[in-house]
């Protein structure tokens, strides 16, 4: 497979009903609710929920405090010695120390003690900041709800104020689009007791297995993995089922500082030639996916994949359905590698897209792949077609790297 140019990230949270207005009408019509955190007991209890401004009066230092559960306009100003949430004051400071920052072109700032009040600029940062960070933790919760592996996902944004996404669904395998038919059982599989050593899968589609006993890969970029079914006998620990397992490491969805929008990085390390994530979408098919990528590349949003194998016949979307792949950004110099799997559907039409480290990968460290790079390690033809005819809207790399091309398209 290949991806093609991608540049400006779109994003979203579906079905994420306001909990705050569900529990401001509970508390309104005095009705109970477990679901949602209302009970008898807390039905007209009062939480912080983030804090919206600050003054002093008479030396004595007040906060715009915002109700967990409550509209705006039930907003009290509390004096300090009533609040205990330090965790809600500390991000206060640090909000309003951020912002001062910014307007200052990032020089030093010094704290002023003896303001009585906060321009209505910096009282409003802290509340949209506040209400991102609220926003960020929904979708997260939401994120964590939806997959299906091991590894954890979190957001985080220090760089701006952009929230959730508001047009991305979250899956965890290809969503066909209407017409396209995918097969995803096996009409045959190993009776194998030890698939390490025993003629398995992959030596009756006439490759090797793509394992070693470290769970990496060792077989080159190219060569598909055919990997055990759900017809195979042996049982789930069976060495050569490591894609099906899912991501096993935590990552983080987070804001770039340098412009290309969200990324990804590894919370934990990674060793090389190890199994990352899958790449997931909507499958459509070529034609199809040539009219999107001419809208898309007019916005500079496009999340195409080509499913080029054998033929060209279908392309992944991944523009509004995706996983944590979706986020990832395009390197020149790249730490994950494609590879073509099969599985239960064993159409060579439709294979699994799946990302493998190419060297160790240490926590903290973004991860990246080469848009234009095809499962056999060439450069798509996205890449090297200048041809006029196209006149096609060229999106600029951001990637950094020595070796970067100059485009992603």
Known sequence: ????????????????VSLDTLQELCRKEKLTCKSIGITKRNLNNYEVEYLCDYKVVKDMEYYLVKWKGWPDSTNTWEPLHNLKCPLLLQQFSNDKHNYLSQVNKGKAITPKDNNKTLKPAIADY???KAKQRIALQRWQDE????????GMIL????????????DFYYINEYKPAPGISLVNEATFGCSCTDCFFEKCCP?????????????QIKIPPGTPIYECNSRCQCGPDCPNRIVQKGTQYSLCIFRTSNGRGWGVKTLVKIKRMSF????????ITSEEAERRGQLYDNKGITYLFDLDYESDEFTVDAARYGNVSHFVNHSCDPNLQVFNVFIDNLDTRLPRIALFSTRTINAGEELTFDYQMKGYGDLSSDSVDHSPSKKRVRTVCK???VTCRGYLN
């Not at 540049?7 to 949270?13: L, P």
């Open 143 to 150: 994120l964590n709800r939806r997959k299906n592996h091991k």
């Open 126 to 128: 802290i509340v949209k």
């Open 203 to 215: 030596a009756e589609a006439g490759v090797l297995l793509a394992y070693n006993k470290n769970q």
């Open 399 to 401: 990637c950094g790297a």
């Open 155 to 166: 957001v985080e944004n220090t760089v701006d104020l952009e929230g959730p996404p508001s």
């Open 276 to 283: 990352v994530m899958e790449y997931v979408g909507e499958v």
């Open 1 to 16: 497979p290949s991806a093609r140019g991608r540049g400006r990230r779109a994003w979203c949270v579906p079905c994420l």
